[in-house]
């Protein structure tokens, strides 16, 4: 049997049909890899986006602003020593992309104007901090980006 260049290029268009098909039936029925949203519902954490915007704007115009900072015993989060610590309410939020599974929240609740999450709480890697937070009636939210060792 004789092949012509034409039906060479319609079996190799095929094999690699099947094998990319392959491959996405492989990731989609694997449960080793996990396809989940950053947020589970996306348009409605959208709505709040202007809301959002507006706290990150007052924290932004913060002369004194607090401090989020990974040390040796594990995520400190201070505020400035003009803020009185028994008026500051709120939550952080610890936010792993790669995994869902490791996000968690700690309520503000301080010692010292500071907040100590620690380490072994923690696994290695990437971890987005969103501190919501609340001083005298204001609304604040400050994100920071750490990398834990």
């Known amino acids: 049997m004789k092949i012509n260049w034409g039906t060479g290029i319609v079996i190799a268009f095929a094999l690699f049909m099947t094998f990319i098909?392959?491959?996405?039936?492989?990731?989609?029925?694997?449960?080793k890899y996990d396809n989940d949203l950053v947020v589970e519902e996306y348009y409605k954490h959208d709505t709040h986006f202007q809301e959002e915007m507006a706290r990150i704007q007052n924290a932004h115009d913060l002369q004194h602003k607090p401090s989020i900072k990974f040390e040796?015993?594990?995520?400190?989060v201070?505020?400035?020593a003009t803020f009185e610590?028994?008026?500051i309410?709120?939550?952080i939020l610890l936010y792993r992309p790669s995994n869902?599974?490791?996000?968690?929240?700690?309520?503000?609740?301080?010692t010292n104007s500071s907040i100590v999450i620690p380490h072994k709480k923690l696994i290695k890697g990437r971890w987005d901090v969103n501190m919501e937070w609340q001083?005298?009636?204001?609304?604040?939210l400050t994100k920071e980006v750490i990398y834990v060792n």
Do not use: R
């Open 21 to 31: 098909l392959y491959f996405v039936f492989e990731v989609q029925s694997n449960s």
């Open 72 to 76: 040796e015993e594990g995520v400190k």
């Open 78 to 80: 201070t505020f400035p």
């Open 85 to 87: 610590s028994d008026k």
């Open 89 to 91: 309410k709120g939550n």
């Open 100 to 110: 869902k599974k490791f996000d968690f929240n700690t309520q503000i609740a301080l």
């Open 135 to 140: 001083y005298e009636g204001k609304k604040y």
